[in-house]
């Protein structure tokens, strides 16, 4: 074994090493690693009463309620499934609206409810010109393949496969 | 030889020369795709259905951060050829990615950000994307920081080689985060398998933007090549030959 040979062993096994490493702890953190709970996986009551996390999923459509005269806005989550309903006081993100995707800081009352400290909304990755394509509502009509092959394309989809079991 | 060419690129003198001479090929085409994917993206290119003309800063932010990851790629090769080929010019190559690949993944962050406040509601979050790329900008900054820990370029060479192999793991880590876990981080729109979720008259300046910072990256990198190899052959007397007007 030259000496070259010898260093580009050594890279390549630094590369494997390092890889296989890595590999390992990003699968044993995979079930940690979530960013946000689907209202399907609060439901399965993994979660202790009153711990703070983020629920995710998308806005129902027609469920946002304004309290006049104050900042409350009522809404309710869903991943297409189950919903969960939620109560928030404050000013909510651009994107914010019935059908995309949000994600939501808080904790559950014992009534059932959400209650937000913190609403951000998630962009779902599409880009169009307004006016095109509106009867078509592009966000919610792609399936989700399995195998990974294609990206998770939408909120939704997302959804559906965390749904299926994937965190 | 259908290697000498590989080989010739090894000498310093002739590095110099050649980074020299291509630099303005790069530099031109770049400056010319910058500006005209600048004016197509934030001018020409029609707003979002939901965002309006905020998304347009995202002519700035995914380029950006696809060139974080190219720099990155880039410098990790470049070691990897200088640690098994005992390449000097390749560690030179290595150690001027290092500051422009910690810019544009500065960049990135910073655009994100900015963009995340409206949109997102949040600066920031402890997302995987987010997070992973905020690694990224510590290996690059580890890297520099590393560099020049040691008085012998050898040493620094060799040492800073292995910590920008090692690094390069978190590569496919960044890009696959949004796939991977649930993020707040939209999944990608152009680098995927599949058609890109943008019509083409928002697609096509965005893609003048990756080409023109690829070209932009390109041409940073033969000048900081030409000041990295200046300064390691300070002593040689081809440098003098090399400077002389």
């Not at chain 1, 499934?81 to 994600?103: N, S, T, W």
């Not at chain 2, 932009?216 to 090399?242: P, Y």
Request: include cysteine.
């Amino acid at each position: 074994m030259t000496p070259r040979r010898r260093r580009l062993v050594l890279v390549l096994g630094i590369l494997v090493g390092v890889g296989v490493a890595g590999a390992l702890a990003l699968s044993a953190f995979r079930r940690n690693v979530t960013f946000y709970f689907i209202p399907s996986q609060v439901a399965q009551g993994n979660l202790h009463p009153g711990q703070q996390f983020r629920l995710g999923g998308l806005v129902e459509k027609g469920s946002v309620s304004r309290q006049p005269g104050s900042m409350q806005v009522h809404f309710t989550v869903t991943d297409l499934k189950r919903q969960i309903p939620v109560v928030y006081d404050g000013v909510l993100p651009d994107l914010f609206r019935e059908g995309a995707g949000v994600i939501a800081l808080g904790r559950m009352l014992p009534d059932g409810t959400f209650q937000a400290q913190e609403v951000l909304a998630k962009h779902d990755q599409y880009y169009k010109p307004p006016g095109i394509g509106q009867k078509l509502d592009i966000r919610h009509g792609e399936p989700r393949d399995p195998a990974l092959d294609q990206p998770p394309a939408t909120a939704s989809a997302a959804l559906s496969q965390a749904a299926a079991g994937r965190p | 030889m259908a290697w000498t060419w590989f080989h010739r690129l090894a000498s310093p003198p002739h590095i110099y020369r050649v980074a020299g001479r291509l630099m303005p090929w790069l530099a031109w085409p770049a400056a010319v795709l910058i500006v005209a994917g600048l004016i197509g993206g934030l001018v020409l290119a029609p707003p979002d259905y939901q965002q309006g003309d905020g998304y347009r800063i995202i002519y700035v932010h995914a380029p950006s951060a696809w060139m974080s990851l190219l720099v990155y790629t880039t410098m990790a090769v470049a070691a990897a050829i200088g640690l098994i080929w005992r390449m000097k010019v390749a560690h030179a190559v290595a150690a001027s990615c290092a500051p422009i690949g910690a810019s544009f993944t500065f960049a990135a962050l910073v655009t994100g950000s900015l963009w995340g406040a409206p949109m997102w509601g949040t600066y920031w979050q402890w997302d995987p994307r987010l997070t992973s790329e905020l690694i990224l900008l510590l290996l690059y900054l580890g890297y520099m920081g590393l560099r020049s820990a040691f008085d012998d370029l050898q040493r620094a060479d060799r040492a800073s080689a292995v910590l920008a192999i090692v690094g390069v793991v978190n590569v496919p880590i960044i890009h696959y985060s949004v796939i991977w876990w649930n993020s707040l981080h939209q999944a990608p729109s152009v680098m995927r398998l599949g058609k890109p979720t943008m019509p083409p008259s928002m697609l096509f300046p965005l893609l003048m933007m990756l080409v023109g910072f690829t070209l932009f990256f390109g041409a940073l990198l033969l000048v900081r090549l030409r000041g990295e190899v200046l300064s390691r052959e300070r002593t040689a007397s081809w440098i003098r030959e090399a400077l002389r007007p």
